[in-house]
């Protein structure tokens, strides 16, 4: 061990112990940020403030509420709805903060770089996606809440969340918290589990931009009544030549949305359809990784994967029910998250068993 190892090493311990605590505080704040954002949505607050990243040309909402004339100055013609403008800056303010704590994972990587606490690479492409989800942040007002941008909003938050879920994993390794083991070993029993896990962690995510699709079209209230949807197993009014038309230009303002009854009953159905594909994978994944199972650490991924399934689909079915409350209604959105933590914990653990 020559001079330089011995004055660095011990800097490798407490930055990565850093790392990993950074980690677990980003994936609870990115929690957070992603049901605040499906608050702002399903309250109609996304253009709360038609500007970014102030709100009228201010810091807080208070300081425009303070200065009418320069609010109506600043946007013609926009009604100014206080609440609707705390809503959204709270969720730019928890963004923001999420985004200064990647930089902060960010520069210790690039600081420590010969030590490795965190993987370099790893932590620039988390920085990556903070700076292209600000931008798609940007986009959801400049381009008035247009249902591509908030979708791609929504994947580019849940990605954010993954990542920071998988480096707490891996730092959770790498600083002793769990006991390192052995290198997997490839067995046709567990790859064949693992590649299935895969598949249906894949299918929950396109579960989820369905979702997003349908909540930014104002889908959701489509189909008033479950397990049917209008009154009909397979409903006749569908309209899907217009349902997932992507681009539709711009300076349109899609508050309310812009699609008729039958569009949007379409998406709705289709998102029910896709319920019953994920939840069909993700029980696969789970029953054969628990018959399959090596660990115990792999048996309480799988029991983990089907408790956040089961969690879901009883926020979503009980959501309609009741005639969709803003609390299932934002729930159903941190379900989906955990549904898809869930999933990334199973791959983790079966890659590692």
Avoid at 47 to 74: E, I, K, R
Avoid at 192 to 212: E, M, S, W
Avoid at 236 to 246: I, R, T
Wanted: aromatic share 8%; proline share 5%; net charge positive.
């Amino acid at each position: 061990m020559n001079a330089t190892t011995e004055t660095l090493a011990p800097l490798t311990l407490p930055a990565a112990a850093l790392v990993r605590r950074l980690a677990l505080i980003g994936v609870l704040l990115g929690l957070t940020v992603v049901v605040l954002g499906a608050w702002v949505r399903l309250t109609d607050a996304g253009l709360g403030c038609p500007d970014w990243p102030g709100c009228y040309g201010h810091v807080t909402p208070a300081q425009a509420a303070q200065n009418p004339d320069q609010v109506a100055a600043y946007s013609p013609g926009w009604d100014f709805d206080q609440g609707k403008a705390w809503r959204e800056m709270i969720h730019r303010y928890a963004a923001t903060t999420l985004g200064f704590l990647i930089v902060l994972i960010a520069a210790i990587a690039i600081v420590y770089r010969r030590q490795r606490p965190v993987s370099l690479p790893y932590a620039l492409v988390m920085l990556g996606t903070v700076v292209f989800q600000g931008a798609l942040g940007a986009l959801t007002v400049w381009w008035l809440v247009k249902p591509l941008v908030v979708v791609l909003h929504l994947v580019g938050g849940l990605t954010t969340v993954s990542l920071l879920f998988w480096l707490w994993l891996t730092m959770r390794r790498t600083t002793g918290v769990v006991t390192p083991v052995p290198r997997a070993t490839a067995t046709p029993a567990l790859d064949g589990v693992r590649r299935v896990a895969v598949l249906a962690t894949v299918i929950v995510g396109f579960q989820i931009v369905l979702g997003g699709w349908t909540s930014s079209n104002y889908a959701a209230i489509s189909c008033p009544d479950f397990p049917q949807c209008q009154a009909q197993w397979w409903p006749d009014a569908m309209d899907y030549d217009d349902a997932f038309v992507l681009w539709r230009g711009l300076d349109i303002n899609y508050t309310g949305g812009v699609l008729e009854h039958p569009a949007r009953v379409a998406i709705h159905f289709t998102h029910r359809l896709g319920a019953i594909l994920a939840s069909l994978a993700v029980l696969l994944a789970a029953v054969l990784a628990l018959r399959a199972a090596p660990t115990a650490l792999v048996r309480n991924a799988g029991l983990w994967a089907v408790g956040a399934l089961a969690l879901q689909l009883a926020i979503g079915i009980l959501m309609v029910l009741q005639a969709f409350p803003l609390s299932l209604a934002t729930g159903h959105n941190g379900g989906a998250a955990a549904l898809l933590l869930a999933m990334l914990l199973l791959n983790r653990r079966l890659r590692e068993a």
